[in-house]
């Protein structure tokens, strides 16, 4: 199992540019971040392949936030720009490796990690 601690959450005003950090006890095949919202479905916002640091977004967030990984203090990242009041949400790091995600590591996989942090909430007014 990986360990996986979120921090970089908090309280933005609309348009504001947060960074969500996740340290990892280690990387995975795929590492991705997930946001629930209350009374909302779970989405897989963004994913990063860790070895070809290819990564994938949700159409929600395409554009706005950014991915990245840093392998000497194995930690991901997320670069959130542009924020609005619908980006408001629960942000959980998560772990997958290749069978879990099917090989595929992408937004409408990435949920089916065994490994998640314990979340950092968001909130933009």
């Known amino acids: 199992h990986v360990q996986l601690v979120e921090s970089g959450g908090g309280s933005v005003q609309a348009g504001g540019s947060p960074r969500l950090a996740c340290a990892a006890s280690g990387f995975t095949y795929c590492m991705g971040w997930i946001r629930q919202a209350p009374g909302k479905e779970r989405e897989g916002v963004a994913t990063?392949?860790?070895?070809?640091?290819?990564?994938a977004y949700a159409d929600s967030v395409k554009g706005r936030f950014t991915v990245s990984q840093d392998n000497s203090k194995i930690t991901l990242y997320l670069q959130m720009d542009s924020l609005e009041p619908d980006d408001t949400a629960m942000y959980y790091c998560?772990?997958?490796?290749?069978?879990?995600?099917?090989?595929?590591?992408?937004?409408?996989?990435?949920?089916?990690?065994?490994?998640w942090g314990q979340g950092t909430q968001v909130t933009v007014s």
């Open positions: 990063i392949y860790t070895h070809s640091k290819a990564t």
């Open positions: 998560a772990a997958a490796d290749f069978r879990m995600v099917d090989g595929i590591c992408a937004p409408a996989t990435i949920a089916r990690a065994r490994d």
